[in-house]
């Protein structure tokens, strides 16, 4: 009888224990709406592709934002401006990161020199217009409201003030991220992209300060897709990195403002993918659909060292509209996971059932002027040449090397032919750029690697000059040459 | 015969007459219609005749003001008609500072609605009125209405997305627009008596009723007529919207009208 | 050994127990104290006397003149000395409106005797056509609006508009018939610095209530 009762308080005790603690510390049972806001601190903020270090924090605290808006003219590629209006500088804005439960108290401050009023939307709030109703911020003005961080997750946020797509259109958006209260898991390399579109009056390329176009706007139809706001951006020593073996952590976002995103990273595979912001985590994913005004966020273990190029995958935007930006990955060759090329050689197989068509068989024009050659070789270029080197040759930085006012060219024509007949790897200069690609041999004729070559020789401030068959076939019996 | 001769003295008459009472500084723009961007097609929009400044208000017809009316100058203006910033642009309640000379005919920024009014209260005229403001703006170099004209609105377009200069320059450097008048477009903004009519709220996506068009116009292909005109217009509103009549902004100073008697 | 288990489980308990209570203690006397701070302030700007010159932020800076619905004329400034609710709105108006005078009773109803004496309500139409002061008598008298609380104001298109702009209220003519409007009620301290502003319908006008109740004190 007496044990029993034990028994029973005992059980009672220890439930009732059990209970409460689990209603108050229990991380399972976290509440952000009423977590227990302990201190205020500044929140650190970073321009693209930086993100601030992890939240070490394990309480709410009441984090003060200030976010500066700034107009100005900026690059979005070479030779081409833009008049961006930016969240604290930056295209895309500086980055927030907070921690769930947080109580945020965000100041929007609209620069004095600025000749619009804007506000914020922050995908993040829980409230009308999140945030924009409170932040509607003439210039020179400052604007504050404060929200509670309910909903852990990478949010876009953007400004939205009418007309809401222009601001957009402009570079207005950015990302913050809510960290769960248990944190995220721990990674070696974190890094913040965001892809959006620009709508010019000029061409791709087209150099100068370029206006806003509306109507390709509307038609969503644009001249740019970037990442971080220009194109790149993150090419060459301005690429980001990670060491052979590190894990990495992007934070996509898509400010829009129209198409979505086919995010890819050639070469890698996706770990892991919160699509769309949120907890859950897809496993092993090539590519990941980011819509507009929507993130993922995207982790990967670096095993082997080389280049990864961050594409969007609906792929014209990549090589035609600068989608391109480079992950460089340093650290020791692990033939384990990758061999890198073993072999190359001659591939007959037996029978030889399948052959390339006869030379003959292509209706080749042959040109009997220069001038009939170069307009050949126009054509020849736009359909083979164009896509990588550009249709005004001035290529890709960091990746496809110009073919316009190009020393390397015009030094030795028959490094061109050389090029286009054996194809081209490894590390060359042209005009100060150093190019580490591959450019794989073209199935052309003799005639037809004459007439673009010619092509290029007389076009995109080149040197002049003509190249015959008989120089193609030349370079082609002597091998390859740089 | 006769009485053509007395028809054509008449006319004339009118002419001289209606230019002698033009006030200083002032054209008459003529009774026009026209269709604000916001609204559906019946309803245009009729401004009566109206006399408006040339240029807008210089720093140094202001300082003149200022001058007169002691209780506007910076350090006794009351904050409930003027923040803060009121002529920050100035070195002192009556000195234009070390760039006195390159500002003096700048137009005059960084004023409140309130000193807006004082200021043409003073020279016995009034702020324009919003539709009044919007009319004369729609003429172009050749047109009086030429909200459809796509250079004339490029160029507006161009000068909103791109930020100010550090000094702005004098008025009247570009050239005038249909009416005689300069800087409506390109230099500043402008102040106008009813400024508070506008209903854009920050939430720009929710505003109802009449002014549902402030956010169709982001590309709705239902109402045709909104083009690039609109956009222009729409960000005119917008800033607009986002005024209290104390605020003083570095871009943004005020031009006075007069009706026509 | 089970005794022992026992109390060291019911004192881990207490000690979690006293964790939580102590939190939450902390909280209400956090939101006090900001509201103690908030009165404060108000009360220390509504110690200025009425007399002489009104402060900077006060809109009794503007000399208006009005009607009131006797057709007697009023300075805006005789206002002052008393808080003041005020709102702008048009008569004929059928929604928004009748909701602000509503809340409008609201917050006279749920004022303490105390307050309500220093109390006053303020309808500035904006449509000074219709609403003349024979209007506005009839309006006072079918919504029995009192003379000692109520002052009901019809003005020129530019004092209503000079009054607009000090409030930050908006407000446009859509038709013959009808205005568009900021659904706003503003209080005025005695010196007729704006205290407080409700900017949207729907809202309880409680804010309203407590800030009267802690400015009227002198």
């Known amino acids: 009888m007496g044990f029993k009762r034990d028994s029973n308080l005992y059980t009672l005790i220890f439930a009732s224990a059990l209970l409460i603690l689990s209603g108050c510390t229990g991380s399972q049972d976290f509440n952000p709406e009423t977590a227990e806001i302990i201190g205020e601190q500044q929140a650190e903020l970073t321009m693209p592709p930086n993100v601030p270090p992890p939240i070490e924090r394990d309480n709410a605290t009441k984090l003060i934002v200030n976010m500066e808006v700034v107009e100005k003219e900026m690059r979005l590629a070479d030779g081409v401006t833009y008049t961006m209006w930016t969240f604290g500088g930056s295209v895309p804005g500086e980055f927030i990161r907070a921690r769930e439960g947080d109580m945020i108290e965000f100041h929007l401050q609209n620069h004095p020199d600025n000749k619009l009023p804007h506000n914020i939307d922050l995908h993040a709030v829980n409230g009308p217009g999140g945030g924009a109703e409170s932040t509607f911020t003439a210039p020179g003005r400052e604007t504050v409201f404060t929200f509670r961080a309910l909903n852990p997750g990478l949010y876009v946020y953007h400004c939205a003030t009418a007309p809401v797509g222009m601001h957009i259109a402009n570079g207005m958006y950015g990302l913050i991220l809510i960290e769960p209260a248990e944190g995220l898991p721990e990674v070696d390399k974190e890094y913040y992209v965001m892809q959006s579109e620009f709508y010019t009056e000029g061409n791709y390329g087209e150099r100068g300060l370029q206006p806003f176009d509306m109507q390709s706007a509307i038609d969503e139809n644009p001249e740019y897709v970037v990442f971080n706001g220009s194109v790149g951006s993150m090419m060459k020593d301005q690429s980001i990195t990670s060491e052979r073996g590190d894990k990495v952590r992007l934070f996509v976002g898509n400010g829009g403002p129209n198409l979505t995103s086919s995010f890819h990273v050639i070469g890698e595979i996706f770990d892991k993918v919160h699509y769309e912001g949120g907890d859950h985590v897809q496993t092993n994913v090539q590519t990941t659909s980011i819509p507009a005004g929507g993130s993922a966020m995207v982790e990967f273990e670096t095993e082997v060292p080389g280049n990864y190029i961050l594409v969007d995958h609906a792929i014209f935007r990549a090589f035609n509209k600068g989608a391109l930006a480079t992950l460089a990955v340093s650290g020791e060759e692990d033939e384990n996971v990758y061999t890198g090329q073993q072999l190359d050689k001659v591939y007959q197989p037996e029978g030889g059932a399948i052959q390339e068509l006869p030379k003959e068989e292509r209706t080749i024009p042959t040109a009997e002027t220069i001038e009939e050659r170069i307009e050949f070789g126009r054509e020849t270029y736009m359909s083979v040449c164009q896509a990588c080197h550009m249709a005004d040759g001035s290529g890709i930085e960091g990746a496809f090397p110009p073919v316009a006012n190009s020393d390397y060219l015009n030094e030795n024509p028959d490094r061109g032919i050389s090029a286009v007949v054996h194809g081209l790897s490894g590390e060359i200069t042209v005009n100060g750029e150093t190019y580490n690609g591959i450019m794989p041999r073209q199935n052309l004729t003799n005639e037809e690697v004459a007439n673009v070559v010619t092509y290029l020789l007389n076009n995109f401030d080149n040197a002049g000059g003509e190249v015959t068959p008989e120089d193609v076939e030349r370079v082609r019996e002597q091998g390859p040459i740089k | 015969m006769n009485k053509a001769f007395y028809v054509v003295t008449l006319i004339l008459c009118g002419l001289w007459f209606s230019a002698a009472a033009q006030p200083d500084g002032m054209v008459l723009v003529e009774q026009d219609t026209f269709m604000p961007f916001y609204s559906s097609n019946d309803d245009s929009i009729t401004v009566k005749p109206f006399y408006l400044d040339i240029y807008p208000v210089t720093n140094a017809e202001f300082l003149d003001f200022v001058k007169a009316n002691p209780e506007w100058r910076r350090s006794r203006v009351k904050s409930v008609f003027a923040e803060d910033g009121y002529l920050k642009h100035w070195a002192g309640d009556l000195d234009l500072g070390p760039n006195a000379e390159k500002i003096k005919k700048s137009p005059v920024t960084n004023v409140s609605w309130f000193a807006a009014r004082a200021y043409a209260k003073w020279k016995g005229r009034r702020l324009p009125s919003l539709n009044e403001w919007e009319l004369a703006a729609s003429a172009s170099e050749e047109k009086p209405i030429a909200g459809r004209d796509k250079k004339f609105v490029q160029k507006i377009l161009d000068w909103y997305s791109r930020p100010n200069p550090e000094t702005l320059p004098s008025v009247g450097r570009r050239e005038a627009n249909y009416h005689g008048i300069h800087d409506l477009h390109g230099l500043i903004w402008e102040w106008v008596g009813d400024f508070n009519t506008v209903f854009i709220s920050g939430e720009s996506r929710a505003d109802q009723g009449e002014l549902k068009q402030f956010y169709c116009a982001a590309g709705s292909s239902a109402a045709s007529d909104i083009d690039k005109e609109n956009y222009a217009a729409f960000l005119r509103y917008a800033f607009r919207g986002s005024l209290e009549a104390d605020f003083s902004v570095g871009n943004l100073g005020f031009r006075t009208a007069k009706d026509k008697e | ?218």
Not at chain 3, 46 to 52: A, C, L, P, V, W
Not at chain 3, 179 to 202: A, W, Y
């Open chain 3, 1 to 218: 050994m089970r005794f022992l288990n026992v109390a060291f489980i019911l004192s881990l308990a207490i000690f979690v127990v006293a964790g939580c209570s102590k939190q939450g203690k902390e909280d209400v006397s956090e939101s006090d104290q900001q509201m103690m701070e908030q009165g404060n302030h108000s009360v220390h700007s509504d110690m200025e006397m009425r007399s002489g010159e009104p402060s900077d932020e006060s809109i009794y800076n503007v000399s208006s003149s009005w009607k009131n619905r006797y057709a007697n004329r009023i300075q805006l400034d005789s206002l002052r000395g008393k808080i003041q609710v005020v709102a702008m709105v048009y008569t004929h108006c059928e929604y928004a409106c009748p909701r602000i005078l509503a809340d409008m009773k609201r917050i006279r109803d749920a004022l303490s005797e105390e307050a309500l004496k220093s109390v006053n309500f303020v309808i500035v139409s904006i449509d000074p056509k219709r609403d003349t002061p024979e209007r506005l008598l009839k309006f006072a008298e079918e919504n029995e609006l009192n003379d000692e609380q109520w002052t009901l104001l019809n003005g020129e298109t530019g004092d209503i508009l000079e009054l607009s702009a000090l409030l930050g209220v908006k407000y446009k003519k859509i038709s013959e018939t009808d205005f568009t409007h900021s659904n706003m009620i503003t209080v005025l301290n005695r010196e007729g610095e704006i205290v407080h502003q409700r900017k949207q319908l729907g809202n309880q006008p409680t804010d309203i209530i407590n800030t009267i109740e802690t400015i009227h004190v002198r």
